[in-house]
């Protein structure tokens, strides 16, 4: 397994590539504006299959790139949780003024909680994962002990609430099954680098917070 990262866009937004070298197959997760081409150059470069553009959620900095993905990579599946349809349809209220527009779409198809999907024989679990929006999800690898985890733990802090479709109490909740998860676990957040689920139980104010509050 090979993992790729750029990071871009109006808000610093990462995206993710995760391949299966052997069955070259890969799949990006998230699309921040601006940001993708030079991870499509690498799919194109090394032969890798592109299968899918998996969305954390739908906040425009995480789906803004979504039509230089299809654009590209014609056949690759774009999923999005149910919950966050609205954001990538125009339906949900536009908060902060962009200088770009984001063409509208319907996701191919809907994540939901329990799904198992596949990068060759890379096995991928959807966790759904509401509270810093609706339809956020996290993807866990379960083999290789990596989440992709949009913006629910990001490095010392967690995603924001103070959104429309965002609820603290909510948003503990589902931190507190993320940290479930084996402390070894990688975790690639949507802003900010790599770091550990160990490691943000042990420094993160705020995930403790979190866990405080469920009675942890």
Not at 28 to 40: E, M, Q, R, S, V
């Amino acid at each position: 397994m090979e993992i790729l990262k750029a990071c871009g866009g109006v808000a610093q937004t990462n995206c993710w590539l995760i391949a299966d070298e052997v069955a070259k197959q890969a799949v990006l997760f998230d699309a921040p504006n601006d940001t993708t081409a030079k991870l499509l150059d690498e799919c194109q470069t090394r032969g890798w299959d592109l299968i899918g553009l998996w969305l954390t959620h739908g906040h425009f900095d995480h789906l803004a790139d979504h039509a230089v993905v299809s654009g590209r990579f014609p056949k690759a599946k774009v999923l999005l949780h149910k919950g966050d349809e609205d954001k990538m349809t125009g339906e949900y209220p536009r908060i902060f003024p962009l200088p770009f527009e984001i063409p509208e779409r319907k996701p191919d198809a809907y994540l939901s909680e329990g799904q198992e999907l596949r990068i060759g024989s890379i096995k991928v679990q959807v966790m759904h994962t509401p509270g810093h929006a609706a339809g956020h999800v996290v993807f866990y690898l379960p083999e290789e002990k990596v989440l992709v985890g949009g913006d629910m733990i990001l490095c010392g802090a967690i995603g924001r609430v103070d959104l429309p479709d965002s609820v603290y109490d909510v948003m503990c909740q589902s931190i507190r099954r993320i940290m479930d998860l084996p402390d070894e676990t990688t975790l690639l957040p949507g802003h900010c680098g790599r770091t550990t689920l160990g490691r943000e139980l042990h420094s993160n104010c705020m995930v403790k917070e979190c866990l405080s509050r469920q009675g942890r």
